[in-house]
């Protein structure tokens, strides 16, 4: 049973668009939530990654939005680029050094 | 530059046979992990380990063993592979330091025919 649930499973956006993944998770103790991006042929690599003391974290184009009442946390690419193409898995874990559950992963094209 | 390498691409074995799949870290990082990743399932983490000779169970261990006899190197034995058992297994490693970040390796693609 997959701790933490994601959507969607695919997304197609145009260049410049704005592309939205969701999360959500039951376990209250988690209280570290990574984004990882895996492109073609390679592993994943850490993308960006919050902590529920906050409720957004923002890095260049990308954004962590966190809900801590509603157990969701969601990530946004500003002004998608055919870059950006690649898949994108969030994540969770109790503490910083806990094993990681990973969400089943969203696949996202940005046509150009 | 951070560096996980794991020693095959591809892999093609039959039903039965032992599997080896070796995964070597230049980062002197304590932690290693084992992963299988799976279409719509995300990675289920199979084994970790935090030190040397060190091992723990993941989500999914069934059917797999590790082995870690030196800090920059972790072995994921599949005794018996079955066709249940294909899947792109990805191994990862990390430090304890000030970052939480798990470096992956490219993974290796196994099939069991």
Known sequence: QQQVKQSPQSL?????????INCAYENTAFDYFPWYQQFPGKGPALLIAIRPDVSEKKEGRFTISFNKSAKQFSLHIMDSQPGDSATYFCAASIGSWGKLQFGAGTQVVVTP | DVKVTQSSRYLVKRTGEKVFLECVQDMDHENMFWYRQDPG?????IYFSYDVKM??????PEGYSVS??????????LESASTNQTS?????????GSTYEQYFGPGTRLTVT
Do not use: N
């Open chain 2, 41 to 45: 399932l995300g990675l289920r983490l």
């Open chain 2, 55 to 60: 091992k723990e169970k993941g989500d999914i």
């Open chain 2, 88 to 96: 792109m297994y990805l191994c990862a490693s990390r430090g304890e």
């Open chain 1, 12 to 20: 197609i956006v145009q260049k410049g668009g704005i592309s939205i």
């Open chain 2, 68 to 77: 870690r006899e030196k800090k920059e190197r972790f072995s994921l034995i």
